[in-house]
């Protein structure tokens, strides 16, 4: 369970949001709507937890798992080491084959033998989104998730995402473009100075 | 008493509260800093062993002391606002750094003239002039910081952090650099034997470093004050102060 | 553990930094005999010192490069949310700092020494002030590299924050060293390595927080 209770912050003299309230439920979905520069990034990153400077509540019932805009891929790794890097962060250990298969589920099965280096933007995307599928966190952060990649990369990530959402998770995202399979979902605006 | 103390961190009280110290300060500073300058530069005895030139000493000392206490003060601010995150424990932060360092410059600015006509050279690698010198590397980084960073939030307090840390290191370098000085000291040098200053001249030395200490908080309330208008301009008791 | 080899890997695919940290130093060292003279007799005094300044610069020069990596492909996030101790973390980044930059150098020093024409037994005392010395530098470089990362300059902005905070080891390792391994400084230096090793790696966390709400 997550909830927000009048949540405001200022950053920069600046007022990003003021008095924010929402309350997500396990297997509920909550969408951030805002343009560029209202504050989105601001609030995944204070409900991560690496932003400390603001006012209100946040209340999280689990551990959450964060992707932002830069997501943690090193660019002299191969994706299995990647992989396995960002799962030991959170004290999961598995055996490469389930590493392998996460990875060929985002479609990436040829090149895992190469630096990181050696794939577009999309594919290190994909690497790090493998993680949501053999990870424990309850609760996912994902911010602009869906950008950057391709249409079947996106319809996995739907998958993955409705999935973890049967199994009682909760998902937090924000995309700009619409995601038809969560069309549905709650939706908490930002305005730009509000 | 917490609930007092609370109160000022507050900037619209301390702004309105403190505005009646200036005055006070100014006056004091002027007064006894002249007093001191008539008393130490013209009217003190001349030293048997450095003739005029020892009146130096009634610039040097004080702003070595103060350069020193100021940057205790400003780390403690650091703490203060790292701790309790009070915006005008940052603000303090910011406004003293530059003071500080100019301080420091004065420093050794002074203690190197003074070392012209004792030692014969403009600069010398003695214990002090050394700490101090590494002090002002000390304010010098404090302020790139601050200035690289930004005027967020964030860099405030990347800022203290590291002001906190140089107060942590200061004495291990002070004492570092003591070491090292008395290892390589010229047998010529006999700074530790001076004999006792008569009143005469420890009165005036007293002087000056109390006009200092009142002048430095002048300076310092006075900028703080400024400060404080410019971070907090949209809030409502700036806007009103300024329609008066 | 896990954490240090994944820096070793990413640091032994790309040498490219600890090479030319590397070459650096030795270029700096060829540098001060054509500059002030070839003469053995007064060049054999200066070369504790100068092989500690040269390390002591070099270590600042790498220090932001690792870290700047991670901020910027956002690995340095990841490690300040994941479960390990955040001062675990930057303790072992900077043991990869140390391993990256300064062992390096402390393996080079036989053929620094010689190039500035130090006898062999101060070369071997240059050698273990070093030892306990240069992880010092390196606990202080990730300091200075966490409290500058992500910002415009910080290449030229953290020789600036650190190195009045170098000083301190700076001279009692090159005291040892001068003095053939007087137990004073010695013990002196690692009572400073043991505090900055209990220390730094705590403080370092706490700018790791402050540096990733940026």
Known sequence: ?????????????????????????????????????????????????????????????????????????????????????????????????????????????????????????????RVALARLILTSARIWLLDEAFSALDAPGRAVLSEVCQAHLAAGGILIFSSHQGIPEFAAAAQLRLEVGS | MWRWLHQWGSPKFFYHRSGALIPVLALASGLILGAGVFWGLLISPADYQQGESVRIMYVHVPAAILAQSSYAMMAVMALISLIWRLKIADAAVQTVAPIGACITLLALATGSLWGKPMWGTYWVWDARLTSTLILFFLFAGVLALRNAAGQSQTAGRAASVLAVIGLLNLPIIKYSVDWWFTLHQPASFTLTERPAMPFSMWGPLLMMVVGFYAWFFLAWLIRLRHELVKREVRSDWVQQMMKQ | MMLLLRELKIMLRSPAGAIQSLMFSVLVIALFPLAITPDPDQLEPLGIGLIWVVTLLSCLLAADKSLAGDYADGSLEQMVLSDYPLWWVCLVKSMAHWVSCALPLLLMAPILGAMLAMPLDRIVWLMASLVLGSPILSLFCMLGAMLTVGL??????????????????????????????EAFYGYMLAALLCLSLVTLPFATAVVAKIAVSR
């Open chain 1, 1 to 125: 369970m997550l909830q927000i209770e009048s949540l405001s912050c200022f950053r920069q003299d600046r007022c990003l949001f003021k008095d924010l309230n929402a309350k997500v439920l396990p297997g509920q979905a909550l969408q951030i709507v805002g343009e560029n520069g209202s504050g989105k990034t601001t609030l995944f990153k204070i409900l991560a937890g690496l932003f400390e400077e603001y006012d209100g509540r946040v209340i999280t019932a689990a551990g959450s798992l964060y992707l932002g805009h830069r997501y943690g891929v090193n660019d002299q790794l191969t994706p299995v080491e990647n992989l396995k890097f960002l799962l030991k962060l959170n004290e999961i250990q598995l055996a490469p084959g389930l590493l392998m298969d996460a990875l060929a589920r985002f479609q990436l099965s040829a090149e895992l033998d190469q630096p990181c280096a050696a794939l577009s933007e999309g594919q290190k995307k």
């Open chain 3, 152 to 181: 415009n300059q910080s290449s030229a902005l953290l020789p600036i924050l650190i190195a009045p905070f170098l000083v301190p080891t700076l001279i009692l390792g090159t005291q040892w060293a001068t003095t053939g391994g």
